[in-house]
């Protein structure tokens, strides 16, 4: 599917990509819209309406912003995070990919809309970070992933050649916006929410799992150095 001699960079998002969505769907469509009702001893109507409100911001910076949706519902979203922190995991094939990746390619780098309160509580609990030669997220840059501003400051921070960048992202948007900045090598994610249907992403090319990107030989064990040049 790839191939690799044309592959410098590697773009990676993390929620729904590396990371199983379910997690941050549980979290924002359930959980979060239950404890905010429980806590401001609101009728039922009010989880609706949180939802609403929550799908309304998507695809912003408040979207993905802890401190603007703890500023505005009067509670404590990393507090309320963390009562459901078993839910984060790693997707299926994650963690061999990127060690693959550790062992046999260039540069790794974290490209994601979660803002860096969320990168405090995941990173530790999954241990992407040593896998990682740079995280920027949106909230450093002042722009998410769907705008065209995130890429400019993105290749500032860490200069890259979009011709010679893979990018892997299960938001078909953001596939969209690297696509138009140039990024060559796009591909989404079949299933970011292990609890919930395949998707399909119309324009690009879905993975199921992240072994089919690799040489037959290096799945889940280190290829020989030539074969790695």
């Not at 001893?41 to 409100?53: K, P």
């Not at 530790?124 to 995130?150: M, R, W």
């Not at 970011?192 to 030989?217: C, G, M, T, V």
């Amino acid at each position: 599917m790839i191939d690799w001699r044309e592959v410098d960079t590697v773009l990676l998002d993390m929620d729904g990509t590396l990371l199983d969505l379910h997690f941050d769907s549980h979290f924002w469509l359930e959980h979060l819209p239950r404890r905010y009702r429980e806590l401001h001893h609101l009728d039922e109507a009010s989880q609706t309406a949180l939802v609403e409100r929550i799908i309304g911001e998507q695809g912003t910076l408040n979207w993905y912003s802890l401190a603007y949706w703890s500023r505005e519902l009067g509670v404590d979203i990393v507090a309320l995070k963390r009562e459901v922190q078993h839910l984060i995991g790693l997707r299926s094939d994650a963690l061999d990919f990127l060690q693959w990746l550790k062992q046999a390619h260039p540069r790794v780098i974290l490209a994601t809309n979660a803002d860096r309160a969320s990168l405090a509580l995941k990173l530790p609990l999954t241990g992407l970070e040593s896998y990682l030669d740079v995280i920027v997220s949106s909230e450093d840059v002042g722009a998410a992933k769907e705008e065209q501003a995130f890429w400019f400051a993105l290749q500032k921070i860490e200069p890259f050649d979009p011709a010679r960048t893979l990018f892997i992202d299960d938001n078909a948007r953001v596939l969209e916006s690297a696509r138009e900045f140039g990024i060559k090598h796009l591909l989404g994610i079949k299933q970011p929410n292990s609890q919930r249907p395949e998707k399909e992403l119309q324009e690009f090319i879905a993975l199921d799992k992240f072994a089919h990107l690799l040489p037959e030989q290096c799945f889940g064990q280190r290829a020989p150095q030539g074969e790695r040049e």
